[in-house]
């Protein structure tokens, strides 16, 4: 059997045992979303490929520490979250990093009715305006309805409360909803 017809898990016992070629399918299977993850938060391509390939290499070089093999798809994304969280801080202190091309979900729960007309909006008139949110509300909202973490694990990465985490998102989507509002009647 070759190694693209076996599953995950099956490749991942290869991967522990140090097959190169196990492991290049894995990478194969992945690497597009680690990808574009990283990317979401740093906006450098470069940066984001360094990022991705050095989760992987993390990865499995870590794997035996992996509990579950069938999380092994959420635990490779949340390492490469928090690469990009850490590179993200570390390299905002030099310079400013937008986060542009974040694909902004507007199906929120908390969306009402009068709020209805976001839902016409060009998806690029809604990253124009991302770009303009504070980059922590850019990033918790990302995390939120981009990724799907909730609160507790957008604490953990964000190093924040979880009061502070609930009060960031609200006012992201608050400053978000204003933003928009003149953008809604063209």
């Not at 894995?26 to 690497?31: E, F, T």
């Not at 007309?117 to 770009?131: D, I, P, S, Y």
């Not at 990465?157 to 400053?175: F, H, L, V």
Request: hydrophobic share 35%; net charge neutral.
């Amino acid at each position: 059997m070759t190694l693209t017809n076996q599953n995950i898990e099956q490749l991942l016992q290869l991967c522990k045992s140090g097959n190169q070629h196990a492991q290049m399918e894995v990478y194969n299977r992945y690497y597009k979303a680690m990808y574009n993850t990283a990317f979401r938060i740093v906006k450098d391509s470069f940066e984001a490929e360094d990022i991705m390939q050095d989760s992987f290499l993390t990865a499995f070089t870590k794997l035996n520490t992996l509990k579950e093999i069938k999380t092994f798809g959420s635990w490779l994304k949340r390492i490469v979250i928090n690469n990009s969280i850490y590179h993200y801080k570390k390299s905002s202190k030099y310079q400013d990093v937008s986060l542009d091309d974040v694909l902004y979900k507007i199906e929120d729960n908390s969306v009402k009715n009068e709020d209805q007309e976001f839902n016409n909006l060009k998806a690029n008139q809604v990253l124009e305006t991302m770009n303009t949110l504070k980059d922590n509300y850019r990033m918790s909202l990302t995390l939120h309805l981009i990724e799907g973490y909730d609160y507790e694990e957008i604490c953990d990465i964000m190093n924040i409360s979880p009061a502070n985490c609930r009060t960031m998102i609200s006012r992201a989507k608050d400053s978000l909803r204003k933003k928009l509002a003149p953008l809604a009647h063209y």
